[in-house]
């Protein structure tokens, strides 16, 4: 339980501002967000490396604000697995419990266990330089098991390696996770990491807890700009929209709001910021006669990414994002007009026609539009 934790550095750096959040038993648990938004330093107070200026931290109701690190009963991987060179694999993983001077027959039996859970049996005589990155990375993540500890707190394990062993190793420490049943809080500037690993996310932007929920909740209804614009690849899109009445504008076309939308922004006039994800777009095929009836309109394709299974197709929409929207972003101390330009991308099935410089007939799903305040960022629904 993290109660009100704030964290102000010696020179005023405000790290951390009043976040408060419950991790639960067993949970996996992702602290994310953008460099700097003080994902580590929250970790770093959670395992004792760092003081806590105000707030409480708690394990089963205790406060452990002041306790030693060591005497938290949590093991820390880190991004650089921080090994013993010297020592081989059967070493390294025994150290943890050399130092907590276990008997040797306890030690032994550990490490087998671990070793053959993280299919390191084989390199147990090996020293770590002899190891790829993914078997170093085992190596690290053994010698956290061998401790048995309350939680496993890691910040960025995986960054060092290649996008592949990326990949791989994030399904194994989910399987591992899953099957020791241990908390774990884990750090990663990641979306893709946070949305496969974790069972809940807290994203942090700028110190603060932008959201905390499952990662289908904070993808299907993010709470503001940025979470929305964060969780996502490629990225929601945001339009500059106005509501009048039973219409919204956008800058490729007018569409009459579905019923429940007309409800819900019944109080809400004027201009809004209008996010679009790229999969709720659907190419409009002349062949077929019958097609959804929603709302279609046509644009410029300006550059094709293929993807195999997939196709990005991006689009330049006439006109230009006014001034207010540009203050908006200031607010938010984000980024979601570059340049002014208001540009689209949108999701597109592997055999669609899409071409360069080609004109694209497209329907919109509005049911699955998000509707943002213009002044806070808010979600509106
Ligand atoms: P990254 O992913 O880049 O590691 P992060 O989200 O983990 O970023 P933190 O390392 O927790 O961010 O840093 C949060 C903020 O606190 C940053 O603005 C950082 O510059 C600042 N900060 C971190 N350590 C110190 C320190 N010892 N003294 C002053 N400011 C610090």
Known sequence: MIDKVTKRFSDGTEALSEVSLTIHDGEFFILVGPSGCGKSTLLNMIVGLEDITQGEIRVDGRVINALDPKDRNMAMVFQSYAL??????????AFPLKLAKRPKEEIEQKVKQAAAMLELTKLLGRKPASLSGG???????????????QAFLMDEPLSNLDAKLRVQMRTELARLQKRL???????????????????????????????????????????????????????????????????LTLPMAEFKLPP???????????????????????????TKEEQAMLPA??????????????????????????????????????????????????RLDGASRAKEGKELEMQLDLGKLHLFNIQSGENLI
């Open 260 to 286: 429940n939308l007309q409800e819900r922004l019944a109080s809400f006039q004027g201009a809004i910021i209008v996010g679009i994800r790229p999969e709720h777009f659907q190419e409009v095929d002349p």
């Open 297 to 346: 309109f046509k644009a410029t394709v300006d550059v094709i990414e293929w993807m195999g299974a997939e196709v990005y197709a991006h689009f330049n929409l006439p006109g230009e994002s006014s001034g207010r929207l540009q203050s908006l972003t200031k607010n938010l101390a984000i980024e979601i007009f570059k340049d002014n330009a208001l540009q689209l991308i949108v």
């Open 84 to 93: 013993y060179p010297h020592m081989t694999v059967r070493e390294n993983m």
């Open 181 to 247: 049943d241990t908390t774990t809080i884990y750090v990663t500037h990641d979306q893709s990491e946070a949305m496969t690993l974790g069972d809940r996310v807290a994203l942090l932007h700028q110190g603060k807890v932008q959201q905390v929920g499952t990662p289908r909740e904070l993808y299907m209804v993010p709470r503001n700009v940025f979470v929305a614009s964060f969780m996502g690849s490629p990225a929601m899109n945001f339009l500059p929209g106005r509501v009048e009445e039973d219409r």
């Open 135 to 149: 078997q170093r990375q085992r190596v690290a993540m053994g010698r956290a098991i061998v401790r048995q500890p």
